[in-house]
């Protein structure tokens, strides 16, 4: 997968921040895109911005046989998908004990079941093929615990043991399997964290741009990387950080009061360059 030129790949959550800015990259470099979303406004407006002609297709990926008809019509149109970008997610912020189930079972279907409805669906046409490789987003919090986001941590989490297995089980067949691990990105889901009571530990610096993560997934696609930290720093201490479950307990209060007296200044900035 060193030479992407001319390949083809499904983009989940195109119309989102860090999936506009994956279909800018790849579209720069040759490669056929098939872009996917529930909004239809904004997978055009995506589209725009690009210089081929790329597929839109609208598709609920919680909607088992709207993922298989956006995989074969895909296939149809660019002969075959090369490469999988799960970026489609949400988050619902709240402590648990508020959490209502239907806002719980809404993460859990999209975020986790999502990514591997899609995964599965472009496994036979990878096979098929001779090989590709799967991306999904996870999150920090897929590494240490996000207070206020409980379910959307427990997907995050679910998402890295999901891609290390089945990434263990592919490689067989030629198809490469990364996640990739974001700190705070400046994207409008960060924005709606910022008013509506997400973690404080979101706050704790100022968020990265979009485009940092799209060339974190190009990095782990040419690369076959299993796992990518954006920034690298911050994934060490969160790695370090979970040998030693038991201080967790005792840290995240002082991060959490730091990233409390920042969140003020982060939500400034994003409604600065959000609209």
């Given at each position: ?12 959550g195109a119309?989102g921040g860090?999936?506009?800015q ?9 490669i056929n895109?098939a872009?996917?979303?529930i909004?239809a406004e904004g997978l055009?407006k995506?589209?725009?911005g690009?210089?081929?002609n790329?597929l839109r297709?609208v ?8 993922v298989?008809?956006l995989?074969n019509?895909?296939?149809?149109r660019?002969g075959?998908v090369d490469i999988?970008?799960?970026t489609?997610g949400?988050i619902?912020?709240a402590?648990f004990?508020?959490c209502a189930y239907e ?5 859990l279907?999209i ?15 990878m096979?098929k093929?001779?090989g590709?490789?799967?991306?999904t987003v996870?999150?920090m919090?897929?590494?240490v615990?996000e ?8 997907t ?9 297995t089945?990434?263990?089980e ?12 974001p700190d705070s990105?400046?994207t409008?889901m960060l924005k709606?964290e910022?008013?509506?009571g997400?973690s404080p530990?979101t706050?704790?610096s100022?968020?990265?741009?979009p485009?940092v993560?799209a060339r974190?997934?190009l990095k ?11 920034p690298?720093?911050?994934g060490?201490f969160s790695?370090a ?6 201080a967790v ?7 959490e009061?730091?990233?409390s007296k920042n ?9 600065e360059?959000?609209?």
């Amino acid at each position: 997968m060193k030479n992407l030129k001319g390949r083809t790949a499904i983009i989940t959550g195109a119309a989102g921040g860090i999936g506009t800015q994956v279909a800018r990259l790849f579209d720069g470099i040759g490669i056929n895109l098939a872009l996917t979303d529930i909004h239809a406004e904004g997978l055009e407006k995506t589209a725009a911005g690009l210089s081929g002609n790329a597929l839109r297709i609208v598709c609920d990926i919680t909607d088992r046989a709207g993922v298989q008809a956006l995989v074969n019509e895909s296939a149809g149109r660019f002969g075959t998908v090369d490469i999988l970008v799960n970026t489609a997610g949400i988050i619902m912020p709240a402590l648990f004990e508020d959490c209502a189930y239907e806002d719980i079972e809404k993460q859990l279907r999209i975020n986790l079941m999502g990514a591997i409805t899609c995964s599965k669906e472009v496994i036979p046409v990878m096979k098929k093929s001779g090989g590709g490789h799967i991306v999904t987003v996870s999150s920090m919090a897929g590494i240490v615990p996000e207070t206020y986001s409980a379910i959307y941590t427990a997907t995050k989490f679910a998402l890295r043991g999901f891609s290390l297995t089945i990434g263990i089980e592919l490689k067989k067949y030629g198809i490469g399997v990364s996640a990739i691990f974001p700190d705070s990105v400046a994207t409008p889901m960060l924005k709606y964290e910022a008013s509506h009571g997400g973690s404080p530990l979101t706050f704790l610096s100022q968020p990265q741009a979009p485009s940092v993560v799209a060339r974190a997934i190009l990095k782990a696609i040419i690369k076959n990387r299993a796992e990518v930290y954006v920034p690298a720093s911050t994934g060490v201490f969160s790695k370090a950080i979970m040998c030693w479950p038991w201080a967790v307990t005792k840290i995240w209060p002082v991060l959490e009061h730091l990233g409390s007296k920042n969140r003020a200044h982060v939500e400034k900035t994003l409604g600065e360059i959000i609209p």
